[in-house]
């Protein structure tokens, strides 16, 4: 009786646990056709630029062997929780490593300071957690920061590829812009397609063009005595020729 209570007690607080769980960054989870669960990788949002994709995957994986890359008897931790065990010299790292692996990297996707200010303060949660021994720890592998911040990063970045999608078909339809000036300055549809534009363009490479060469196609040959009277220009003259010329206008010198 004890042991059958104790397992429903265990399921019940597992069942609670999971509304305060976030989901995994990287995977998710579905049930095929025969009933099983499987997982495959979260589809990035339609309607990014390249640059908005890249960084979004890097966030994703980043955060999943930071939060979730291990699973022992079901519990599933990353790198932060093993961190985190080492006294004072762990919560340090992991403050840092969540910053700068996760917190910066969103960053260059251009997100407007409210959305900074969360992700912070998700990382302040973790850390003040941390500092309290063990259980601090077991808070901070349950919060998982990390997650919580890619969640936020993928929910804006879908936004802002429906919002450009919808400009999209405003502008082909030739209708009035719905999103006000202001949602537009924080939302961005369209982010980082400037820089599509620039890697995608095809280069053409430079033509390096001898200058021996280019000045021997420029000039044209050395006229013969016939073609004396003929106007030429950019002409080299040989030996032979000059010595022809100066023969000329001695005759006729001599003429006159």
């Known amino acids: 009786m004890t042991s059958y ?4 007690g265990t399921k019940l607080f597992e069942k609670n646990l999971e509304q305060y769980r976030p989901e ?5 989870f579905y049930t095929d056709k025969r009933g099983k669960q499987r997982r495959r990788k979260r589809a990035i949002p339609p309607g990014l630029s390249e640059r908005d994709a890249k960084i979004l995957k890097s966030v994703q994986r980043r955060a999943h062997y930071l939060d979730k890359g291990f699973s022992i008897c079901g ?5 932060t929780f093993i961190i985190g065990i080492i006294p004072g010299a762990g919560d340090v790292a992991d403050v840092t490593l969540n910053y700068f692996l996760v917190v910066r990297k969103a960053r260059q996707a251009d997100l407007p300071a409210w959305l900074v200010r969360r992700m912070l303060l998700n990382n302040a949660i973790a850390a003040l957690s941390g500092l309290v021994p063990v259980a601090g720890d077991i808070v901070m592998a349950v919060f998982k920061a ?11 970045l879908r936004i802002r590829g429906e ?10 339809q030739g209708t009035v ?11 961005k549809p ?6 599509d534009a620039a890697v995608t363009a095809p280069q053409q490479k ?13 000039k044209e040959r050395a006229p013969s005595p016939g073609e004396m009277g003929r106007f030429v220009e950019d002409v080299e003259l040989g030996p032979a020729a000059l010595s022809g010329e100066a023969e000329n206008s001695t005759i006729a010198l001599q003429k006159r």
């Open 5 to 8: 209570l104790q397992k429903a």
């Open 24 to 28: 995994d960054p990287l995977y998710e």
């Open 75 to 79: 519990l599933r931790f990353g790198w």
């Open 146 to 156: 990390n997650s919580r911040n890619a969640a936020l990063l993928e929910e804006f």
């Open 163 to 172: 919002e450009f999608l919808k400009l999209q078909a405003e502008k082909a």
């Open 177 to 187: 812009q719905s999103m006000s000036k202001k949602d537009s300055q924080q939302v």
């Open 190 to 195: 369209g982010a980082g397609m400037s820089d």
């Open 206 to 218: 430079p033509k390096f063009l001898s200058w021996s060469r280019s000045s021997r196609k420029g």
